[in-house]
């Protein structure tokens, strides 16, 4: 058990540093609180709250990730290496194309309640 709270003590410290250094999580974060209170306002069902939490998880893991992925380059050479580059870019772009991923599923879910609200006003 000792263990067990120990790893999470370190798991929360992690989300918290990374809260502290990587600014576009936090942006993210703030969208995420936004979507939450967007899809509470819109009283979405239970299966598309899911959705919109797996897709800020979503997000928020990959932008995590490239945070680690950058600082791990940077460990290894601060010199320009087009491999280098490249883990980077590619890390980047994959945060790129889950936030736009999560970006159309939102829009696949609200907007049927925000139609519904357009046309009953």
């Given at each position: 058990?000792?263990?067990h ?8 410290t ?59 380059c ?35 879910i ?12």
């Amino acid at each position: 058990m000792k263990r067990h709270l120990q790893s999470q003590k370190y798991a929360w410290t992690g989300l918290l540093k990374t809260f502290d250094h990587e600014r576009n999580f936090r942006i993210e974060l703030i969208a995420a609180v936004f979507a939450v209170i967007i899809s509470y306002l819109l009283k979405i069902n239970t299966i598309e709250f899911a959705i919109v939490f797996f897709c800020i998880g979503f997000v928020l893991i990959l932008e995590t990730i490239n945070g680690v992925v950058e600082l791990m380059c940077d460990l290894i050479t601060r010199e320009y290496h087009k491999d280098i580059e490249y883990a980077k870019d590619a890390m980047a772009g994959t945060v790129l194309m889950s936030a736009i991923t999560t970006v159309v599923v939102g829009v696949l879910i609200w907007s049927p309640y925000l139609i519904e609200i357009a046309t009953n006003s």
